[in-house]
């Protein structure tokens, strides 16, 4: 009797610890998800006020192209003070506006995302989760961080496609 006790305790723990493995990885699926859309947005952003400063200002643009989007960022910011009629477009001053706000809104995601990687690999490295997380294939995510940052500067300067303009 003991031991069908034991047995099903065990088989509680397991399921409820695969469950939480669960919710953590498509926690970070879902995060993930999420940083994708909002790069998505600030590219459209970018390239509307692009789109807006190339009519009149081209010359200006061509040193633009090769920044990462940062860098692309800031010195459309800087246009917008270097040329004060600029600022008057309503169209140049909401996508300048929408891409800062989203640049602030993927950090944030991204120290969000880094946290859930950081209880997902937790949960499934201590003892006894590694057990469960052994038993059904579960291995550690990949942080977004320093060691990743040349691969994500490098899509960072693919986004915005100059090609159209």
């Given at each position: 009797?003991?031991?069908?006790?034991?047995?099903?305790?065990?088989?509680?723990?397991?399921?409820?610890t695969?469950?939480?493995?669960?919710?953590?990885?498509?926690?970070?699926?879902?995060?993930?998800?999420?940083?994708?859309?909002?790069?998505?947005?600030?590219?459209?952003?970018?390239n509307?006020?692009?789109?807006?400063?190339?009519?009149?200002?081209?010359?200006?643009?061509?040193?633009?192209?090769?920044?990462?989007?940062?860098?692309?960022?800031?010195?459309?910011?800087?246009?917008?003070?270097?040329?004060p009629?600029?600022?008057?477009?309503?169209?140049?001053?909401?996508?300048?506006?929408?891409?800062?706000?989203?640049?602030?809104?993927?950090?944030?995601?991204?120290?969000?995302?880094?946290?859930?990687?950081?209880?997902?690999?937790?949960?499934?490295?201590?003892f006894?989760?590694?057990?469960?997380?052994?038993?059904?294939?579960?291995?550690?995510?990949?942080?977004?961080?320093?060691?990743?940052?040349?691969?994500?500067?490098?899509?960072?300067?693919?986004?915005?496609?100059?090609?159209?303009?």
């Amino acid at each position: 009797m003991k031991i069908i006790i034991v047995l099903i305790i065990i088989a509680v723990y397991v399921v409820v610890t695969r469950n939480k493995f669960n919710e953590l990885k498509n926690a970070i699926k879902h995060e993930g998800s999420d940083i994708g859309i909002q790069i998505a947005k600030r590219t459209a952003c970018l390239n509307d006020a692009l789109n807006i400063v190339k009519l009149s200002y081209e010359k200006e643009i061509a040193g633009i192209e090769k920044l990462t989007v940062n860098d692309r960022l800031e010195q459309l910011a800087f246009l917008g003070q270097k040329y004060p009629e600029l600022q008057s477009i309503n169209g140049y001053q909401e996508a300048l506006r929408q891409a800062m706000e989203l640049n602030k809104d993927i950090s944030a995601a991204r120290e969000l995302l880094n946290g859930n990687i950081r209880m997902y690999n937790t949960a499934i490295t201590n003892f006894p989760g590694n057990l469960v997380a052994s038993m059904f294939g579960y291995v550690e995510e990949k942080y977004i961080d320093e060691e990743n940052y040349e691969e994500n500067k490098k899509i960072d300067k693919s986004e915005v496609n100059f090609d159209q303009f």
